[in-house]
């Protein structure tokens, strides 16, 4: 079965650094998406960005990118220039793309503080 | 891109009650579909998903059930509900192969009392 783990229950950085959050997975699959979720205060899940397994290049959205090992079976996010708004729980998610094997798995979070 | 209608935003049940949780889902079809809770400051949990009508995978074992009567409904109930099923759940919807960005319900924040 697939599992995602995110080691950091919380992080804190300060405002304008740079903070990385961490998450490895276990999986016997080879195509697959990563992903990482931002959940505000509101509660909504927004998507921050994603991986695809067979891309070997880091995706990047902005100041968000990803840092994907996908040997070492890791998925970290790196945020830079870190905002206020930034401030959130994040999560790290995982889901194969074969038919009948889709589940969408979740780490358990990694809520972050930006300190002003 | 889809759109995740799910009711009620919160609601505070007795112990022992039933409950009944329902997720819709427009802009798509044949989604997979996911229901999961979170506790105060916590991960998600997978409770349910479903890959087709009537198709229904738990993940755990508890005092609840899930049923998908329809190609893009998705409910979540119970008989007679714990004290422990207190949390916030939510309700998520992906699409097949490629597409397979999560799309999210605005969540029940649930109270048994």
């Known amino acids: 079965a697939q599992t995602v783990t995110q080691s950091q229950p919380e992080m804190s950085v300060q405002e304008a650094e740079t903070v990385t959050l961490s998450c490895t997975y276990d999986t016997s699959e080879s195509d697959y998406y990563l992903f990482w979720y931002k959940q505000p205060p509101s509660r909504q899940m927004i998507l921050v960005i994603r991986?695809?397994?067979?891309?070997?290049q880091n995706a990047t959205e902005n100041r968000f990118s990803v840092n994907f090992q996908k040997a070492a079976k890791s998925f970290s996010l790196k945020i830079s220039d870190s905002q206020l708004g930034d401030a959130a729980m994040y999560f790290c998610a995982y889901t194969s793309y074969n038919f009948g094997n889709e589940k969408l798995t979740f780490g358990t979070g990694t809520r972050l503080t930006i300190i002003p | 891109s889809q759109t995740i209608h799910q009711w009620p935003a919160t609601l505070v049940q007795p112990v022992g009650s039933p409950l009944s949780l329902e997720c819709t889902v427009e802009g798509t079809s044949n989604p997979n579909l996911y229901w999961y809770r979170q506790a105060a400051g916590r991960g998600l949990q997978l409770l349910f998903y479903?890959?087709?009508?009537?198709?229904i995978s738990s993940e755990v074992p508890q005092n609840l059930s899930a049923s998908r009567p329809q190609d893009r409904q998705f409910i979540l109930s119970s008989k007679k509900l714990l004290l422990s099923d207190s949390g916030f759940y939510l309700c998520?919807?992906?699409?097949?192969?490629?597409?397979?960005?999560?799309?999210f319900g605005q969540g029940t924040r649930l109270t048994v009392v």
């Open positions: 998520a919807s992906t699409g097949r192969g490629l597409n397979t960005e999560a799309f």
């Open positions: 479903s890959v087709g009508i009537g198709q």
């Open positions: 991986q695809e397994a067979y891309k070997q």
